[in-house]
């Protein structure tokens, strides 16, 4: 079972799932951002891999445009050297558009956590060689003004069959990747780790996400982030 199965069968759990309010709007990249995702997955998907970098859910203006996790426009176009055709939701929120590789808005989080990898790593390819990023949960959850409403913030009811087939998903794309390492970037997604890979001979760690709506991460989250994973025994 290689990721593009394990991408199927995700997709296929998802699709019975309902949310209500004050979610208005649901977006599924992995659906239509099928593409870029699938080339994220062929150049940048080798196994064994040392450290899984694992996000939330897709930004607005990252993942949910380009289908790479914290795929911010100019990062995933550029360093990454991804672009293909991206479709839309089923339902489009009228504040939040998808406008793919044309969308002039840039995601700090994806902008800071890809630069530093290029600062660090100066190509995909040396970053990849012991990095993959993914996120736990692929969907996007909007609200009737616009606001992004994260998955921690669901409602019981939705919660609990949500993270059951995205905890099934982590774990599938975790035993197919063999990290040493799963760090969740934040503390909701290091959590989810050590619930959904109990028991797997791995290491769980944790970074401080580098949302500007962290304050801590807007003084210096590159050196940060760097003293996190080496404090955690991975070389930088």
Known sequence: MDLHIITDSFL???QPLRFGP????????????RAPHAQYLDLYAKRPVEVILLGMNPGPWGMAQTGVPFGEVKAV??????????GSPAELHPKRSVDGFECPKSEVSGKRLW????????TPEKFFASFFVVNYCPLLFLESSGRNRTPNNLRSVEKIPLFEICDRAL???????EPRYVVGVGQFAAERAEIALAGLALTIGRITHPSPANP????????????????LGIEI
């Open 22 to 33: 004050p979610v208005s709007h649901v977006y599924n990249p992995l659906e239509y951002a």
């Open 115 to 122: 630069g530093w990898a290029k600062k660090r790593f100066s």
């Open 77 to 86: 176009k550029e360093w990454l050297r991804i672009e293909a055709p991206v």
């Open 216 to 231: 801590k991460a807007n003084r210096g989250w590159e050196d940060l982030v760097t003293k996190e994973l080496e404090d």
């Open 171 to 177: 774990r599938r794309t975790v035993q197919w990747l």
């Open 12 to 14: 296929e759990e998802l």
